[in-house]
């Protein structure tokens, strides 16, 4: 093929803003997180690995990284049950169907601000929706306070990602169904399959690809979580919220301490790495092209 | 039947899981302080727009609309631009080369925002484009340029190669086979992503918060967690703001579901 140098023209002012505010800003952070520069002052000094030394002796990154595994498996979990349901339920593209997809995937359009606000107006200990719900229903004993109790806002806190993100793998999954051919299931019911083993042998091998990105992305998206947090509880009730990204913005605009809150990051950047890696080898394992 | 109904009562068991707390944050909107805490989840009486008038007045809303939209607008269509120009140029070059700069993008997609929002905050505040909505616009798209490249990657590599050869034989030159070819034949990718980006961009937090801090350049997801500061026991008032604010993507949601259902499935399944 005949390469016309006018190609480079089409690559230079997108690469070029892509070497100076993505690429150069990553190396750098991987420097800063050898240095003890506050963020502030004009010098700094190198500490060697000092950074994560103490990132990873301290109580509350550990506590944020326990806390980030607890999210994220409750939120696959749920997460992915969930929206497998809801795609077997709506799988038909009948008009009702189509409108309830709608409905489902609405919240995924909504900012993670205005959820976390609105969920924080449902969980409210007193004036909330969920709490007067349950006492009305006569369940007081149930009516807990879901964000300022440290063994539960966590879950409370997954309960509204799941929410949020749900309808967005059900159209996934329903994609999915919809790539199955309907040959396969006319061929398990003359050979007499019930409902469950047609699942179990038809839908469910032949969905797998589709599981894999659900999982793959529920699991990074868990990780990656900030906005949500931020906005409902802010690491807190004693840090029973803090997950890696809140720890690390904390460590930086709230300690001041850019040099550790870089090692922090580059801790995440490394675990998200794997992660990834983990995910396109499972993709391609499953001969999904894109 | 039995599964039938089985079937109905769980759909619309969900349906109600996501409307309720909708509804009941629109209709407390429309309530005063005074029913709101008497009767929180009772139908607005007397009926009020008071909070709505209460908020254009007290706040700069116009002017967090006018912010949001600009930056949203221009990240989308700097991102777009560049995008669909890096991602011509690697489906016409190919080969070796092709694939060497694909990968330099791809590898851009495993680093996210929360990883670099302290260098990032570190250069902006070099380059002195703190409290500048045209540096938040830069940034914005630089981050989102390898999701970008490779959903726009993928539909231009589909692009038929015989036509743009034929086109070239005839002595088109790139600019005309870029704009006369690959662009209307990938516009309904390009529409795709475009909904992807506005929704990400228009929702973004994370950025507006740590280059924006004058009053008067904040977007709305900032101006909204200001709103939660001020006012911190007023719910109607908060309640207000979200659905203020939620408003313009619920009706692009209403009329361009299509593009905005394909665009962040397109995105989910590559991001």
Same mark, same amino acid.
């Given at each position: ?37 506050? *963020? ?33 498996? =409750? =939120? ?36 993670? =601000? ?33 964000? *300022? ?85 802010? *690491? ?55 | ?271």
């Amino acid at each position: 093929m005949r390469r016309s140098p006018v190609l480079w023209l089409f690559l230079l002012p997108g690469t070029l803003l892509y070497l100076v505010l993505f690429i150069y800003p990553t190396l750098s952070g991987m420097f800063y997180s050898f240095t003890d520069w506050d *963020g502030v002052s004009p010098s700094y000094r190198m500490v060697g690995a000092a950074n994560y030394k103490e990132t990873l002796e301290s109580i509350v990154f550990r506590k944020a990284f326990i806390n980030n595994v607890k999210f994220m498996l =409750v =939120v696959v979990l749920f997460q992915t049950l969930l929206s497998l349901g809801l795609a077997m339920l709506l799988a038909r593209n009948s008009r009702i169907h189509v409108l309830l997809r709608a409905l489902y995937f609405f919240p995924t359009v909504l900012s993670s =601000v205005s959820v976390g606000l609105i969920w924080s107006f449902v969980y409210d200990p007193s004036i909330g929706l969920l709490n007067l719900s349950l006492q009305k229903a006569g369940l007081e004993s149930l009516a807990l306070s879901w964000t *300022g109790d440290a063994g539960l806002a966590l879950y409370s806190i997954a309960a509204v990602q799941v929410w949020a993100h749900a309808g967005q793998m059900m159209i996934v999954f329903i994609a999915g169904l919809h790539s199955i051919p309907a040959e396969l299931y006319e061929a398990a019911r003359i050979d007499g399959g019930g409902r469950w083993q047609i699942f179990r042998k038809v839908t469910w091998p032949l969905l797998a690809p589709s599981a894999t990105i659900v999982l793959a992305y529920t699991t990074i998206q868990s990780f990656k979580a900030f906005d949500l947090i931020f906005t409902m509880t802010d *690491g807190g009730p004693n840090y029973a919220t803090e997950i890696l990204t809140t720890y690390i913005y904390h460590q930086a605009f709230g300690s001041y301490k850019f040099g550790s809150a870089a090692a922090g990051s580059m801790l995440f950047l490394i675990l998200l790495s794997v992660l990834t890696a983990l995910q396109f080898r499972a993709l391609r394992a499953d001969r999904v092209s894109y | 039947m039995l599964i039938n109904s089985l079937r109905r009562t769980l759909l619309l068991l969900y349906a109600a899981v996501i409307i309720i707390p909708l509804y009941i944050v629109l209709v407390s909107a429309f309530k005063t302080p005074g029913t709101f805490f008497a009767k929180p989840l009772s139908w607005p009486s007397p009926f009020t727009v008071e909070n709505f008038t209460t908020m254009f007045q007290s706040q700069p809303m116009w002017r967090y609309f006018a912010n949001s939209a600009g930056v949203t607008l221009g990240t989308v269509l700097l991102e777009l631009l560049l995008g669909s120009m890096i991602a011509y140029a690697i489906a016409r070059l190919g080969g070796k080369l092709g694939k060497g700069l694909f990968l330099l993008y791809l590898a851009g997609l495993i680093v996210p925002s929360q990883v670099n929002m302290l260098p990032i905050y570190a250069l902006v505040h070099r380059l002195g484009w703190t409290d500048e909505h045209g540096g938040l616009i830069l940034v914005t798209a630089a981050l989102l340029l390898p999701l970008t490249v490779f959903l726009l990657t993928g539909f231009m590599g589909l692009l038929s190669k015989e036509i743009l050869e034929a086109a070239s034989i005839d002595g088109a030159g790139e600019w005309t086979l870029y704009t006369r070819f690959a662009l209307p034949l990938s516009a309904p990718s390009l529409a795709a992503a475009a909904a992807f980006l506005f929704v990400m961009v228009w929702n973004d937090l994370l950025l507006p918060m740590l280059l924006l801090n004058g009053k008067s350049k904040l977007t709305l997801p900032l101006a909204m967690l200001q709103f939660r500061g001020e006012y911190v026991t007023d719910y109607p008032m908060l309640l207000t703001g979200v659905v203020v604010t939620s408003l313009p993507m619920a009706l692009l949601f209403i009329f361009l579901q299509r593009f905005f259902v394909a665009g962040m499935t397109a995105g989910s399944l590559k991001g």
